[in-house]
């Protein structure tokens, strides 16, 4: 039985993921300057996510939307980036966004607030076109 829910979780999970891919949002556009500053501070961190899961998955469109190329890490079972996660964030759910800044690191879960913090802290800059 448990078998049986995995596999239509993930299949479900994966249906979502591509209906997703199909429909993305167009992506902020930023002067050539501008999206290099944000790059360079995306350097500092990364999500942690499952492909499947449906808060990843709203979480990886708001940063397509915004234009963020963040380090993505799989944390599925049997991945590497799943222990640390676990070590690092004190548990293991995703999405996680990891924050290295000023010699410290910030593990925010929830996929809300992950991407109310990214609007806050990228979203103003003024499109250009």
């Not at 479900?12 to 997703?20: E, N, P, T």
């Not at 944390?75 to 800044?101: F, H, M, S, T, W």
């Amino acid at each position: 039985m448990k078998l049986i829910i995995k596999i239509l979780r993930e299949g479900l999970g994966s249906i979502i993921a591509f209906i997703s891919w199909l429909t993305r949002p167009a992506k902020v556009k930023r002067s050539p300057e501008a999206q290099a500053k944000v790059e360079n501070e995306l350097k500092n961190m990364s999500l942690y996510q499952f492909f499947a899961c449906p808060f990843c998955i709203k979480t990886r469109r708001a940063l397509h939307r915004l234009n963020l190329p963040i380090q993505l890490r799989d944390a599925q079972q049997g991945k590497p980036y799943r222990n640390e996660l676990a070590q690092g964030g004190g548990r293991v759910k995703v999405p996680c966004l990891r924050i290295d800044e000023n010699g410290t690191t910030t593990w925010m879960y929830e996929s809300s607030d992950i991407i109310a913090y990214l609007e806050k802290r990228f979203g103003a800059e003024p499109a250009l076109g």
